[in-house]
């Protein structure tokens, strides 16, 4: 049974109510962030908080992080909780109030809570064989740079992954790639150039990202931040995702198609070990 934190309480995970009119459950009106815990330790704990309070900005959620002790609070759950390795979440709601597609009055409180994940993240075993991956065009709405819980399109998408046989999908507009249902999508050219998507209101800013381009570009390891097609992606010389819970996760084949040579790459890999590296490095 897991402690989870709600509202200010930490509390048994049974104990743990949210109203019938949170707004979060009645119009996705609300935001999120899943952090990483390796070793007992969060990863890249300023970046996430930083991404979370510009999503609230954005959606202009009266909620201010600085009210909490945040750190504390993570440290908490992972206490007791006895989590070693996996991730938090944790989700902020505009607050209970009667529906309404107007937003409630000002100083209506706003739901949080938080709660731990046990996960392998290091010992994953898809790092080894490598993510095989269809494309779908992307629907989703045009602000996906917030991260909200409006994530209906990405899981019928990973549903419809599973249902085709193979690990997840990518999401396209025309023939370029956006990102990842949950994660961010990379590739390696023949002439060694990391590219990922440029950042703007149609991808995710990823944290994992952003940390994975300061890697790159430290190992001596050219980034372009700018739009790739498909094509593209199925003649790259490797292929692969970022998140916080697959940290740097190998793509060896896309809508039928072997990247490379069909197996995780060697560049790749290296970042993969050199993320967790940096991971391992934090606390």
């Known amino acids: 049974m897991r402690t989870v934190y709600i509202n200010g309480q930490f509390v048994a995970e049974h104990a743990a109510h949210v109203s019938i009119f949170d707004r979060g459950l009645l119009f996705a009106d609300a935001v999120y962030e899943v952090f990483s815990v390796l ?5 890249d704990y300023a970046a996430h908080m930083m991404r979370l309070e510009r999503s609230l900005a954005e959606m202009t959620i009266d909620y201010d992080c600085s009210a909490a002790d945040w750190p504390g609070i993570v440290a908490t759950l992972i206490e007791r909780n006895a989590l070693t390795e996996g991730t938090i979440y944790l989700q902020i709601s505009r607050g ?11 100083g209506t409180p706003a739901t949080v809570f938080a709660f731990t994940q046990a996960r392998a993240l290091v010992a994953n075993p898809m790092a080894e064989r490598g993510m095989r991956i269809i494309t779908r065009p992307d629907r989703r709405w045009g602000r996906r740079d917030i991260k909200t819980v409006q994530l209906l399109y990405a899981s019928m998408m990973k549903m419809e992954a599973k249902a085709a046989g193979v690990d997840d999908c990518w999401l396209i507009e025309g023939d370029v790639v956006t990102e990842g249902t949950s994660q961010n999508a990379c590739i390696i050219t ?16 990823g944290v994992t990202r952003l940390s994975l381009i300061d890697i790159a570009r430290a ?3 050219t980034v372009e931040e700018r739009p790739f097609t498909i094509a593209e992606a199925q003649g790259a010389a490797e292929a692969f995702v ?4 697959l940290f740097v996760m190998p793509v060896v084949e896309i809508d039928g ?5 069909g197996r995780p790459g060697m560049e790749t890999m290296a970042l993969r070990k050199a993320y967790i590296d940096h991971a391992r490095a934090q606390g």
Do not use: E, M, Y
């Open 190 to 205: 023949p002439n060694g150039l990391l590219v990922t998507r440029d950042l703007g209101h149609h991808i995710l800013p």
């Open 96 to 106: 209970a109030a009667d529906r309404d597609f107007l937003f409630p009055k000002p």
């Open 257 to 261: 198609l072997r990247i490379g040579d």
């Open 39 to 43: 070793d007992g330790r969060v990863i």
């Open 242 to 245: 970022t998140s916080a819970s």
């Open 219 to 221: 190992s001596g390891i």
